[in-house]
C-alpha cells in the first residue's frame, strides 16, 4: 500500500493551497482518511479526517479555513486550506485506516509528508 501526498509549498500569510493524496496497492476498503501535521519541535496533531460516509472531523485551529473531501472511487482525499498563517506551517501527513484484500482487519497507513510554508 502507498500514500502519495502531493501539493505542498510555499505560500504567503492569507493565500490557500489544495493537498491531494492517492492511496494505492491491495485495498479492499478504506474506513477514515484524514491529514495530520508536524511542526518541527511539536508532536503530529490531527488536521481533519474524513470517513468512507462522508462526516467530517476538523482540529479546531482549522475549522472554518480548511475542508476535507475524498472521492472513494479513486481512494484519494483532499484539503483545501484557506486564509493560511505561519502557525499552519508544517509537514501534512496523509492517513488511511484501510484494509487489504484477504485480510479481516483494519489497519493505519501514512504518506511520506508534504511540507507546507506559509510566510512572507
Known amino acids: 500500500v502507498q500514500l502519495q501526498a502531493y501539493g505542498g509549498g510555499l505560500v504567503q500569510p492569507g493565500g490557500s493551497l489544495r493537498l491531494s493524496c492517492a492511496a494505492s496497492?491491495?485495498?479492499?476498503?478504506?474506513?477514515?482518511m484524514g491529514w495530520y501535521r508536524q511542526a518541527p519541535g511539536k508532536q503530529r496533531e490531527l488536521v481533519a479526517a474524513?470517513?468512507?460516509?462522508?462526516?467530517?472531523n476538523y482540529a479546531g485551529s482549522v475549522k472554518g479555513r480548511v475542508t476535507i473531501s475524498r472521492d472513494n472511487a479513486k481512494n484519494m482525499v483532499y484539503l483545501q486550506m484557506n486564509s493560511l498563517k505561519p502557525e499552519d506551517t508544517a509537514v501534512y501527513y496523509c492517513?488511511?485506516?484501510?484494509?487489504?484484500?484477504?485480510?479481516?482487519?483494519?489497519?493505519?497507513?501514512w504518506g511520506q509528508g508534504t511540507q507546507v510554508t506559509v510566510s512572507s
Open positions: 492517513n488511511a485506516y484501510l484494509q487489504l484484500r484477504g485480510s479481516d482487519y483494519y489497519h493505519d497507513y
Open positions: 496497492g491491495n485495498i479492499f476498503n478504506i474506513n477514515t
Open positions: 474524513i470517513t468512507s460516509g462522508g462526516s467530517t
